[in-house]
């Protein structure tokens, strides 16, 4: 059958990678419509299919774009350094000195009593084109005097000691008071005074929360989010933290609001895997050893309970690889909607690769126990139904939670279990196991350490979250 003339082979496109550009006057920001775009200069990095280019900014254009414009990017997790834009925005660039738009008119979108930031900014008597006040004396005594008025007190929270290497179930409390006038510092905040089963206190209120249903859960919750960084602050300006590097087209990039003062600032959208990864980069000698313990102390236990189940029970091997191929591959595989997102601030040539194998790996880790569990379902139920009579039989007693008694007590029934069948070699399999899992507890911090040089140096500079 002969083909029909009418089908037409698809124009080229006028740019192409490595195509230095302007944005042509009248373009406007596809995020901020009161941000004008022409005359900005950069390079195109990408092309698809449909026409939108990726346009790399310049260093000179970065050096001169308005301030709310980066204030914005901030605040919404948009890249400050690169722009989608249509074909038609943009022109060859000549050359010479620029001649960037400037903003005729900013118009601040209205604050919304919905978002967790934008509540905190009324606090603070701000718009939603300016970012919080880090904390220090004066915002905290601001903030002091807003909750003086609002808080209805008592009320009952939980206090959560929460640390990284030793964590703890959350312990019951009666919220009577904030402290007396400045009795904050910048370590632990706003205090508060409480009654504790061990008597009275003073706490930190950012390590309070307050019941969900209680009237005093929104003004406890958007402290404590904007007292530990969850919000974006605004830069310090005392403080130098260029962050410079070349991209592929040339461009050096020298931006006044640096990637590592964002994380200081703690940004809310900076995810599990990768703040665990600069945190692995940034440790002391120390504490990484800290981290090695803490990691082999968590690797260990999981390790011993595969070893002994697989080592005395004949399907468990095929429990623990099942469930580690079906976590593993439904984790990478939902983790793909959003992974431009999820993982922004990492170099984009390492965003999906980085969040799927951390993701596969770390929930193949946990299928493979669960799969175990579930092979050996009679001591894992047995050890469940322990764990919940010990809780019950102990109820008051807030050291360890009800879901880590259960969870805890399970393993050590399929151990249990694993122990009757053949105690010989389960417990061959349980010191195999745990001594796996202890070592490699090193790699892995070893490994964390050296990939985050190159997962969130390598171009992520400036990267805000999408």
Known sequence: MAKSGNHRPPAPFRFQVGDRVRAKPGTRDPEFDDIPLGGWAGTVTEVDRYGMLTVVWSDETLANVHPVYKKRCIRDGVFIEKCWLEEADLEPDPGGPLRMEQPQAITPRPLSKKEPDDRVRMVFGLTSDELLPQPDDESLETYYGYLLERLRFPFPAEYDDYSLFEPRAAERVKVTGLAGDDTWDREDGILCEVRTQRGRACLPLANLRARRSGPNFRLVDDYTAWFRGELAWEEDEDEENDYEYEDEDGYERDDEV?????????????????????????????????GIIAVALTLAPMGALIGSAVAAMNWAMWGAVNGAVLFGLFCAVVLRANIDRSHSRIAPRYQRIFSRAAAALAAALYGAVVGVMVVAWAGTLAGALAGYLIKRRWGRSRIIALGNVVGRMAACGVVAQAVYLSPARAVAGLLIGAAAGALAALPTMLVARLATRVLLRDGAGNGVNA
């Open 258 to 290: 640096g990637y590592d003062e964002r994380v200081a600032h703690g940004d809310a959208r900076i995810e599990p895997a990768e703040a665990f990864l600069r945190q692995a980069a940034g440790a002391s000698r120390f504490e990484l050893a800290v």
